[in-house]
DNA sequence: TATTGTTATACTCTATAACTATA
DNA sequence: TATAGTTATAGAGTATAACAATA
């Protein structure tokens, strides 16, 4: 098999994958938008706006709504920043640190379901695999 | 390691991929959406319009307004059913072929070329771990 | 009566441009 | 003057409810 059928083959497993995936959800009223910001500032910690945007890569008026909706709904809350008073410092809740904790348990006892049915090698195999992933995309 | 180890590790990296292979596009104008509206047409050919909406999980007259933005840009077609006067068969035109084989294309040189940086034994890995989520996302 | 597609309406996510407050 | 955040406005994607045409 070539370099680029290689290729072809992972870039269609990881996009039907990532589908699934996304689908398992542990509340609706929570768009992929949003909870991709509570699940960033879960993972990376406290974000101004602007870093907030940036690392999403949407504009900040965009962001800023997305982040008006969190607060909101009670999952994030903004306290201003005590030295440069133009930033707003935007941290997770008890509320949304319990949601992300709630869709990531469920997303992979979904995944954890199904690899049950492979075999050890073939668990492994993806382990090591999901290893080389993340170094293709920080690459 | 775990199986529910090995399941986060692949669900993170796979997210993580999935992410950085979806802003490798051909053309900026159409969303994330729009496109897979036309990658599924490439992909199963000739839909009606409900059989889009089903496939891509969205409500009908959410497909609708996407379909039309499509038609209008040029990408897909509709026709009248010859036999059942209620149905529009939908498929794409020689510019969404065209579209979607530059946006694949694109998104297959990107990993080629971060794959080209593994070793052959690590490529093959991943080939054979595609067929593995292949599996996983279908069960 | 049931199904297929569409229109009406409303809310979220997206963007750019313009504004306010602070540095 | 520059930067951080916000508001104004507009276009696209989502949904449910209601409608028209056809089976």
Not at 18 to 23: G, I, Q
Not at 36 to 49: D, M, N, P, Q
Not at 59 to 72: I, Q
Request: net charge neutral; aromatic share 2%; charged share 30%.
């Amino acid at each position: 098999m070539t370099i680029p059928q290689q290729s072809s083959l992972l870039r269609m497993s990881t996009f039907r994958l990532a589908r699934r995936l996304r689908a398992q959800k542990s509340d609706d009223s929570v768009s992929d938008a949003q909870f991709a910001v509570l699940a960033t500032l879960s993972i990376h910690g406290e974000h101004t706006l602007s870093a907030l945007a940036e690392r999403e890569r949407v504009s900040a008026p965009s962001m800023n709504r997305t982040v008006n909706c969190l607060e909101e709904a009670g999952y994030l809350a903004r306290a201003e920043d005590a030295i440069d008073r133009r930033k707003t410092n935007i941290s997770l809740t008890a509320s949304g640190i319990e949601l992300v904790e709630a869709t990531v348990s469920k997303r992979d006892a979904w995944l954890t379901e199904r690899m049950r049915a492979l075999t050890a090698d073939e668990r492994d195999l993806l382990a090591r695999a999901a290893e080389l992933m993340g170094r293709l995309a920080t690459q």
